[in-house]
């Protein structure tokens, strides 16, 4: 009903006197009739990307199979070819591989089992909290 009403009262005195006049707030109409977002285009590829066979040398040269990305991007740095950022190395192993992983050993903890006091008769089990 009060929809109705701004609808009709709209074209005559505006959105705004419209919702005084029926006692809704402007935010609200206009959440209310607010307009569908325009449609989402495709994402295009980077062009700046690297294709396929560029990503082979950099995460399977034979020299470079025991070496963090960061010593590796160093390496080819001094060497004077610049492919990639160190970043996008650690990118390429994480999406293309699933190389990227911690490799220290993490300590692992037992689960610890919390006392449970009993008591079944009266004085049995003294508690206190420090």
């Given at each position: 009903m009060t929809d109705a009403a701004i609808t009709v009262l709209t074209p005559v005195v505006g959105v705004k006197d419209a919702c005084a006049a029926v006692g809704r707030p402007?935010?609200?109409?206009?959440?209310?009739h607010r307009r569908a977002p325009a449609p989402s285009r495709q994402p295009r590829p980077q062009p700046r990307a690297l294709s396929g066979p560029e990503r082979a040398p950099v995460l399977h040269e034979e020299r470079f199979v025991d070496l963090a990305p960061a010593e590796v991007h160093a390496i080819l740095l001094d060497e004077g070819r610049y492919l990639c950022s160190e970043s996008t190395m650690y990118r390429l192993l994480r999406t293309t591989h699933g190389q990227v992983r911690e490799r220290r050993r993490q300590a692992v903890h037992s689960p610890r089992v919390k006392p449970e006091l009993v008591a079944r008769a009266p004085n049995e089990c003294w508690s206190w909290d420090i």
């Open positions: 402007r935010a609200t109409h206009y959440r209310r």
